[in-house]
């Protein structure tokens, strides 16, 4: 038997072949402060569940692949690129969105630091490289300018802005540290 005949005999490949949708399959997420049970498609990414069944379109749909970070939201505090995390897989889990970032109205440090910094241009990355940035700023690995260059490479500025953007990024972690102290 090849492979293509062993893909062919799947159940999930038998469905599709037959015209039937794969099964449901119930999902528990609080997002941005909020529970949901979801009946998903299993093949359901993250991102298209807050997009499409959720209308959270703020996470935006880049590349698909991986490669660009505009879909980047946090799961349970940590940055994930959403387009590659199957939305079964995170039952139960805490995401946060962009939209989930302001609280009572007021703008999130680092949302307003972008926009004191004019740290977008066309804004297609700016919520994947807001919610990046939150995460960079939590694990606390980053103190330099060189450092935050380096943990943010994996979100992509196709206008350029980067300058600005590390700049938003170094106000708010100085924000953060004079509010410890």
């Given at each position: 038997m090849t492979v293509?005949?062993?893909?062919?005999?799947?159940?999930?490949?038998?469905?599709?072949?037959?015209?039937?949708?794969?099964?449901?399959?119930?999902?528990?997420?609080?997002?941005?402060?909020?529970?949901?049970?979801?009946?998903?498609?299993?093949?359901?990414?993250?991102l298209d569940v807050l997009r499409e069944?959720?209308?959270?379109?703020?996470?935006?749909?880049?590349?698909d692949q991986g490669q660009c970070g505009a879909c980047t939201v946090l799961l349970d505090g940590r940055r994930?690129?959403?387009?590659?995390?199957?939305?079964?897989?995170?039952?139960?889990?805490?995401?946060?969105?962009i939209?989930?970032?302001?609280?009572?109205?007021?703008?999130?440090?680092?949302?307003?630091?972008?926009?004191?910094?004019?740290?977008?241009?066309?804004?297609?990355?700016?919520?994947?490289?807001i919610c990046s940035a939150v995460g960079l700023i939590a694990e606390g690995k980053a103190s330099t300018a060189a450092e935050i260059r380096e943990l943010m490479s994996g979100n992509i500025c196709r206008c350029g802005a980067y300058p600005n953007i590390v700049a938003a990024i170094l106000q708010a972690m100085g924000q953060q540290a004079a509010r410890r102290s």
């Open positions: 293509l005949d062993r893909n062919a005999a799947s159940p999930m490949a038998q469905a599709q072949s037959s015209g039937h949708a794969p099964r449901s399959i119930s999902v528990s997420l609080t997002v941005n402060g909020a529970p949901h049970v979801l009946n998903l498609d299993p093949r359901s990414t993250l069944h959720l209308d959270l379109t703020g996470t935006k749909k880049g590349c994930v690129l959403s387009c590659l995390s199957l939305a079964i897989t995170k039952d139960g889990a805490h995401v946060t969105t939209e989930g970032l302001a609280t009572q109205g007021a703008l999130h440090p680092l949302q307003q630091a972008f926009i004191d910094h004019d740290a977008f241009q066309c804004g297609y990355c700016t919520s994947g490289q």
